[in-house]
């Protein structure tokens, strides 16, 4: 009989190991993970660590890079405005500082051309009032988001378009947080600002 009771009790435990290993056992807020549990897990633990090395050998090195770069090209436009500055005549300065009057069609054309010309970035402007008091003169807030070349293709045609004349102001560079689905890694985002624009809304 109590041979027939270590069997029996032995049975008993075989079949729950059985269970807990092909289904799992949960009882109350204690559960002990199946196999296969066990295993997706394990698969999404590699995942995730595959993701993360990834994130840190490829994609961080590429916009550090992308930084460095735009770091440097911002030094080579400070260098130009200091030389500008100091090897123009008062004339110059008067002129360049003179606000020249904008129709609302030709400026919107102007800035639209140049965004469809590089139509791998986004571009939003927000229009407000400029900080010299005149009547009719706004500053042009904008943002742009893409890659640092056409950001760049962008910026170098407003300001190298003598009927705009724009010098860009406050000019901050950032990465875009991505979207590993949809977004692209590469993408920056551009602010900057063109102050006292006179425009005839």
């Known amino acids: 009989m109590r041979k027939f009771l270590i069997f029996v009790l032995l049975l008993i435990l075989v079949i729950l190991a059985y269970f807990m290993v092909t289904d799992g056992i949960t009882i109350k ?3 002990v ?3 296969k ?6 698969e999404q633990l590699d995942q995730n660590i595959e993701n993360l090395d990834k994130l840190i ?3 961080f090195k590429n916009e ?3 930084l460095n770069e735009s770091y440097k090209q911002l030094l080579i436009k400070k260098n130009e405005y200091a030389d500008l500055v100091l090897y123009s005549s008062e ?3 008067e002129k360049a500082t003179r606000t020249e009057m904008y129709e609302t069609e030709f400026l919107w054309t102007k800035l639209g051309n ?3 010309k590089n139509n791998g970035i986004d571009m939003k402007i927000d229009v407000v009032k400029g900080s010299s008091g005149e009547e009719n003169v706004y500053n042009l807030n904008f943002t742009l988001v893409g890659e640092y070349a056409y950001i760049s293709d962008f910026i170098s045609s407003i300001e190298n378009d003598t009927k705009l004349g724009f010098r860009i102001n406050n000019f901050l560079l950032v990465p875009v947080a991505s979207n590993s689905d949809s977004g692209n890694s590469n993408s920056l985002q551009a602010t900057f600002t063109v102050e ?3 425009i005839n809304l």
């Open 29 to 31: 807020d204690f559960h």
């Open 33 to 35: 993970l199946s196999w």
């Open 37 to 42: 549990e066990i295993q997706t897990n394990n």
């Open 57 to 59: 050998t490829v994609t």
């Open 64 to 66: 550090q890079s992308n």
């Open 91 to 93: 004339t110059d300065i």
């Open 114 to 116: 140049y965004a469809t």
């Open 196 to 198: 006292n624009v006179g």
